[in-house]
């Protein structure tokens, strides 16, 4: 049922880079990681860059820190990213000016960001949506014409994911399980009951009886308190 694309060695943090593991379901365009970054290479392997889909980030985060135009002008350099192995797209990296002479690569904060910097055209405009809890706010165009409006109150998440059924278009879901937590006191809580859980995997289901779902990317990445 599920393609090993990297097979989890043995438990460990994600932090920032580390990718522990990495699944494909066989038959649909279905990823599991612990790392979210994995997510823009995911895409460029089952999506045609010919196409727009619509795009949904579902996430505490917006995902969206904004490299530099010459960090991003470096990563131009090197061959296209939807040839790149996932070894080496995890391993890309860019120098920068800067004193310190920083190495920048692409992780779990900035890979919404480089995703829509150089594939702008995949995602048509109009058909973006974020759901976060509002932590680390873009510092920068990610989307374009990403607008306050596209943003979606968690609470009504899976009525909104149910009304995309009635929608022309196909489309990306993003989702890092980190938005059902918060931390409060060192303490792990969870913001939502079973019943919301249940409508909000029921409305993902529907998605995928209509055919929406052009890829669906789950990021169990673990959140610490």
């Not at 002479?101 to 995949?122: Q, V």
């Not at 937590?181 to 209509?210: P, Q, S, T």
């Not at 779902?213 to 789950?218: D, E, G, N, S, T």
Request: hydrophobic fraction near 35%; charge should be negative.
């Amino acid at each position: 049922m599920w393609e090993e694309i990297l097979p989890l060695k043995e438990r460990g943090e994600s932090r920032e880079k580390n990718l522990n593991f990495l699944y494909k379901h066989k038959s649909r365009n279905i990823y599991v990681m612990d790392n979210h970054r994995a997510a823009l290479w995911c895409w460029l392997q089952c999506l045609d860059q010919s196409k727009q889909y619509g795009l949904f980030h579902i996430d505490a985060h917006y995902d969206a820190a904004c490299p530099d135009d010459e960090e991003f002008e470096n990563l131009e350099k090197t061959k296209p990213f939807h040839e790149l192995t996932l070894h080496e797209y995890l391993s890309l990296k860019a120098y920068n000016s800067r004193p310190s002479h920083e190495l920048f690569s692409i992780d779990w904060a900035n890979y919404l960001s480089i995703f829509g910097k150089k594939y702008p055209n995949m995602i048509k405009n109009g058909a973006f949506k974020v759901a976060t809890q509002k932590i680390d706010k873009a510092d920068g165009p990610t989307i374009q014409n990403w607008k306050e409006e596209d943003e979606i109150d968690l609470k009504d998440l899976p009525s909104q994911i149910k009304a995309l059924e009635s929608n022309n278009e196909q489309w990306i879901l993003n989702i890092d399980l980190d938005f059902l937590v918060r931390c409060d006191a060192n303490e792990l809580i969870y913001k939502f009951d079973d019943e919301y859980l249940k409508e909000f995997a029921r409305a993902i289901e529907g998605m995928f009886l209509k055919n929406k779902v052009a890829c669906l990317i789950v990021s169990a990445q673990q959140t610490t308190p």
